[in-house]
């Protein structure tokens, strides 16, 4: 049997052919060792008495879960440590944590500790979601970067397997968490999305605030074979992006959290810089595409930490289709 290819052989070879720089290495094995722990932190949430509400609320409004406060404090413990990180990012902290004055080259690291933490007390899967992006000069306390500047991004996914999908800009690959030794051995070798699917992911509760658009393309996937589309379309929602993102690596489809009439005021439910960029990129890296409606998700440059957009990703050929009915409607409204 051959040698199996963990993370470290894996970044290693990277390293020599794509020139890595080897702190970018030691960052993403940082990030693989507080995603290790967190998953331990999350089979042993029931015996810990760590399933629950923390008591508090983040920046944005939302009631913490125990288990987001102790996703977040192992994300930052462990990789404040690494040699060329400069500065962090969470979802659950309201400004970004400067550890270093940032030199060019310097790493910044923007995390959601744990997506989908309402899936957490029902034992169903959730994630970690990490992006990495280099200060530009010596001195440069920008974290505003836009998704195309990141070097890295990936998740973690705590699910019957866990897993670690990342690009580090030249394709996507899987690895899952061997039991036992703790090894992320790769298994998920150049991940790709097909163009054509049949299967879309959207939170239906929503559907009277949608806009025009996006009514327009779940009615025609409804609609199935006697409609437009002229096939049956099968729907799927986890409420974790993480695992939606995951399923759509895996077998296609596309992923819909779209600006409605609640949430636009706020920008749209999901945050650009630890959901919506890393997202991207992984999408685009297997082939996918990913915009907001009107603009390509890593070109959108962010003018605050947790700025949200409205996602639609996945399987090119759908995701054209919905922007085209944005532009298309946008179109109607003008004229
Ligand atoms: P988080 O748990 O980090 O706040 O993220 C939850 C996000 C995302 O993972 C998921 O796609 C979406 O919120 C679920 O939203 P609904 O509750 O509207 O289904
Ligand atoms: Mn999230
Ligand atoms: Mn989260």
Redesign the pocket.
């Known amino acids: 049997m051959s040698e199996p290819i963990t993370l470290r052989r894996f970044l290693t070879r990277h390293a020599h052919s794509n020139g890595l720089d080897p702190n970018l290495i030691f960052l993403i094995e940082d990030i693989a060792s507080a995603c290790r722990v967190i998953g331990n932190r999350l089979r042993n949430a029931a015996f810990e008495d760590n399933h629950g509400l923390a008591g508090d609320t983040n920046v944005q409004g939302?009631d913490q879960k125990k288990l987001d406060v102790i996703a977040d404090e192992v994300f930052a413990r462990i990789c404040e440590n690494s040699p060329r990180l400069a500065a962090l990012v969470s979802?659950e902290r309201e400004d970004a944590v400067w550890l270093k004055n940032p030199e060019a080259g310097d790493y910044l690291l923007f995390y959601?500790p744990?997506?989908?933490?309402?899936n957490i007390d029902v034992n169903l899967s959730v994630g970690s979601i990490f992006s990495i992006c280099t200060a530009e000069m010596d001195g440069d306390r920008d974290v505003l970067k836009a998704g195309s500047a990141q070097n890295c991004s990936g998740y973690a996914i705590y699910g019957p397997t866990m897993m670690l999908v990342l690009t580090v800009g030249s394709g996507v690959y899987g690895f899952s968490c061997e039991y036992g030794t703790g090894d992320f051995r790769l298994t998920h070798p150049r991940m790709t999305i097909p163009a054509e699917t049949a299967e879309f992911a959207i939170?239906a509760s929503?559907y009277r605030m949608w806009d025009a658009p996006v009514r327009r393309y779940v009615d025609e996937c409804l609609a199935g074979s006697t409609g437009p589309r002229g096939r049956d379309f099968n729907m799927r929602?986890t409420?974790?992006?993480?695992a939606?993102v995951h399923r759509i690596l895996t077998r296609g489809g596309v992923f819909l959290?779209p600006a409605d009439e609640v949430n636009r005021n706020a920008g749209g439910?999901?945050r650009l810089l630890y959901?919506a960029s890393p997202m991207a990129l992984l999408i685009e890296q297997a082939g996918g595409t990913a915009t907001d409606g009107t603009n390509r998700i890593l070109d959108i440059h962010p003018y605050s930490h947790h700025q949200r957009v409205p996602v639609i990703l996945g399987s090119a050929s759908e995701v054209a289709r919905i922007a085209h009915y944005h532009i298309a409607d946008a179109g109607s409204a003008a004229s």
């Open positions: 939302e979802e959601d744990l997506d989908g933490s309402s939170n929503r929602w409420a974790s992006m993480v939606d959290y439910k999901l959901e």
